[in-house]
Structures are given as C-alpha cells and as structure tokens.
C-alpha cells in the first residue's frame, strides 16, 4: 500500500522522491475544480498500489511549480527512483493513470 502525503512546503522534496521507486506529485490548486475531482482517485491510487502520491498546492508552494515548469492543473508528475519519467495533465481515471505508470515498473 502506497501512502498520500500533502507537501507543505518543509522538507526535502527532492529527498522524498529518491526514497521510493514510484512517485507521483500531484501539481494542484484549491480553487481548481479537476483538481479537486482528481484527489479522491489519488486517494484511491495511494490505497491500491504502491505509489508513494505527494499533493503540492501550487498557490503555497509556487516555488516548485516553477521549478518544475507547471503551466496548468492539476498536473502529475511520474518519477522513478527520484528521475522524472512522465508529465500527466489534467483529469484521469485510476484506471488511466495506474496504466500510465505502470510501465515504469
């Protein structure tokens, strides 16, 4: 089983992604409707597998989004062992995006 962490900004990002194979880092907004569609299949994702998924509020944290060039949410970013592999925008299913990722396995 995966876990969801919301990211607040303390800590070390880039040591959090190193840690686990599978990563994905959900780029959103409170004010963004998929955005908020899309975290109960986070959810889902996070109890169904073993991805480790780390929400990232784009209006408190703009540093990383601009560090990572995001330019619409939600937006998920795959990593693999903490080296982006695959840029996941707008809504999806659980369905869609386990089957994104896991070709990365």
Request: proline share 3%.
């Amino acid at each position: 089983m995966g876990e969801l962490i919301n990211y607040n900004g303390e800590g070390f990002l880039n040591e959090m992604l190193a840690e686990d194979s599978i990563t994905l880092v959900d780029f959103s907004a409170i004010w963004c409707g998929p955005c908020q569609m899309l975290k109960p299949v986070l959810e889902e994702v996070a109890k169904t597998t073993d991805y480790k998924v780390i929400k990232v509020d784009v209006d408190q944290s703009g540093d990383l989004a601009v560090e990572y060039e995001i330019r619409s949410v939600p937006t998920i970013i795959v990593f693999k062992n903490g080296k982006q592999e695959d840029r996941l925008t707008g809504f999806m299913t659980k369905d869609e995006i386990i089957q994104k990722v896991n070709k990365y396995l």
